[in-house]
């Protein structure tokens, strides 16, 4: 059954529970059916025809959940983008998916870094949705009991994913822009439900342990389970969670926007595990190949990219993804990670190519060259850096490189330290050593 | 004090425009525990997660009274 068949569903069987919460905002099963038929007459009136795209913000509330549901009512695609993207940004992205045809099963196509470092278009079929789904309402147990609280961006395949098994298990979503209210965050365990979840970044659930240590402890009774992953979880922090949270379900999960939610650990216990994943979920295949890369298949996989047959076939080969991904299965059966191969710097969940913020930053007319690197934040965990060489007699302060990247690129990908440098360091053949800067 | 709570504010996030309307819309989760760290260091004060409000992130001058107002707690 898709999202869509389940909210109609619910609203025949139980009318007036409740589907999602936002803020001071609420809306019933029965609510948000009649919500979406109508936006999805609205879409169609302006022109909207099936199997083509429709690009539009995923703003961080209600409305989201009604245009994107809509939009596959419609039968046509959804493409939301970042509800902070520049608008050059977005008209380029909409401009790309308009110019081009899609195959009559794609329903969503997401706009990632991923596994290849630069952001493209992930085509995700129906089938693709629905398996994903099955996963997480299989491993991770979601019930018609649960509040599920989506804080991270609603374009992100790790938020975005949670609000198909809420609703298709007659959950409830609560939507939150971010953690940074943290009093919004803990109000939501004074609601009415009895079982809350949700999914957190390593960083975010730091950040919650430093800030709240207590406030969390309080809630506990009421925590279901909380999901991690994106990056990875310390052993120090999973233990500290444990603690916090001694009978909630914890779990690490590998997933990722071209392969679907694959494989889940639930790290509570007792042996909190780094780098564990746990096994495969239900619907999915994992193998390890000979260069010790994670190949996942199963129906959870992304149809390709969009209008990019070379990078797709780079990493979708016989029905098999080729993750960038490292790891190996111990003799239990559970896959580890250990690494990943390339450039991309994983900063809060978020994958971002150092290059694309480089050419943001050389733009500058002041910088003459520069790299962007990862460097450690005592709080954050790993945060972006810029190395940069200003041209000759400037002087630049760090946040006028900022604002300009910052005009640029989505807000994740601007660089939290800058440091002027004499010169960067690059290889032989002149291209950036970024070796160099790892060690 | 307002001087330097800019001054430091901007050096740890420069991309944040401390000048604007409503400085909370500006600042993600990450943001404002930099503000916390960064001030717990300089005033040699302490933050909980229930000081992470709109109201106490409106503005760099909502910043200042809330920082004026833990050290008058000390």
């Given at each position: ?81 970042e ?6 940004s977005?008209?380029?992205i ?16 997401l706009y990632t870094t991923g596994t290849t470092g630069k952001s493209k278009g992930v ?33 992100h395949i ?72 994106a990056a ?24 990722g926007t071209e392969i ?31 260069e010790?890369n994670l ?7 992304m149809?390709g990219y969009v209008a990019d047959?070379q990078s797709t076939s780079q990493v979708l080969?016989?029905?098999?993804i080729y993750t960038a991904d490292l ?10 990670l250990?690494g990943r191969q390339g450039d991309v710097i994983n900063i809060g969940g978020f994958k971002i190519s150092p290059s694309e913020v480089e050419a943001a930053a050389i ?7 520069c790299i962007c690197i990862a ?7 790993q945060?972006l850096k810029l ?18 990247i910052?005009?640029l690129v989505e807000?994740h990908k601007v660089p ?15 291209k950036l050593d970024r070796k160099?800067y790892k060690? | ?74």
């Amino acid at each position: 059954m898709t999202l869509e068949q389940s909210i109609f569903h619910y609203a025949q069987t139980a009318p007036d529970r409740v589907a999602a919460v936002c803020g001071s905002d609420s809306i019933s099963y029965s609510e948000l059916r009649d919500a979406i038929a109508r936006r999805a007459e609205e879409l169609r009136a302006s022109g909207l025809q099936p199997h083509r795209p429709y690009t539009f913000r995923a703003t961080q509330d209600i409305d989201f959940l009604i245009t994107y549901c809509a939009i596959h009512y419609a039968k046509a695609i959804a493409v939301p983008l970042e509800h902070k993207a520049t608008e050059e940004s977005f008209q380029s992205i909409k401009s790309q998916v308009e110019g081009c045809s899609f195959a009559e099963d794609i329903v969503d196509v997401l706009y990632t870094t991923g596994t290849t470092g630069k952001s493209k278009g992930v085509m995700l079929s129906e089938m693709a949705l629905v398996s994903c789904t099955d996963n997480f309402i299989a491993d991770l147990h979601f019930s018609e009991e649960l509040l599920f609280i989506i804080s991270g961006p609603l374009n992100h395949i790790a938020s975005l994913f949670k609000i198909h098994p809420t609703l298709s298990a007659g959950g409830t979503v609560c939507i939150l822009d971010g953690l940074k209210d943290m009093s919004a965050f803990f109000s939501v365990f004074d609601l009415p439900f009895k079982k809350v979840a949700t999914f957190l970044v390593p960083a975010s659930i730091r950040l919650i342990m430093q800030l709240a240590y207590d406030k969390l402890c309080a809630v506990s009774d009421k925590i279901d389970f909380i999901e991690t992953g994106a990056a990875p979880i310390t052993k120090q922090d999973m233990e500290l969670l444990s603690k916090a949270l001694p009978s909630s379900r914890l779990y690490n999960t590998l997933g990722g926007t071209e392969i679907g939610a694959v494989c889940t650990y639930n790290f509570n216990d007792g042996r909190y595990m780094e780098g564990c994943i746990g096994r495969p979920m239900k619907n999915s295949v994992v193998e390890i190949s000979e260069e010790g890369n994670l190949v996942v298949s199963g129906p959870t996989i992304m149809s390709g990219y969009v209008a990019d047959q070379q990078s797709t076939s780079q990493v979708l080969k016989d029905g098999k993804i080729y993750t960038a991904d490292l790891g190996y299965v111990d003799d239990e059966g559970l896959i580890h990670l250990t690494g990943r191969q390339g450039d991309v710097i994983n900063i809060g969940g978020f994958k971002i190519s150092p290059s694309e913020v480089e050419a943001a930053a050389i733009s500058h007319p002041d910088i003459k060259d520069c790299i962007c690197i990862a460097a450690t934040h005592p709080v954050i965990g790993q945060v972006l850096k810029l190395l940069y060489v200003p041209a000759e007699g400037c002087q630049l302060k760090s946040h006028a490189i900022a604002r300009h990247i910052k005009t640029l690129v989505e807000p994740h990908k601007v660089p939290t330290y800058y440091e002027a440098v004499e010169t960067v360091q690059r290889t032989y053949n002149g291209k950036l050593d970024r070796k160099y800067y790892k060690n | 004090m307002r001087e330097r709570i800019f001054e430091i504010l901007s050096e740890s996030l420069p991309a944040v425009d401390f000048e604007a309307d409503f400085l909370f819309g500006e600042l993600d989760s990450m943001g404002i525990v930099t503000i916390f760290v960064v001030l717990a260091k300089e005033y040699n004060i302490s933050f909980d997660a229930m000081d992470a409000t709109p109201k106490n992130f409106k503005s760099i001058d909502s910043i200042v009274k809330m920082v004026e107002q833990k050290i008058a707690n000390l």
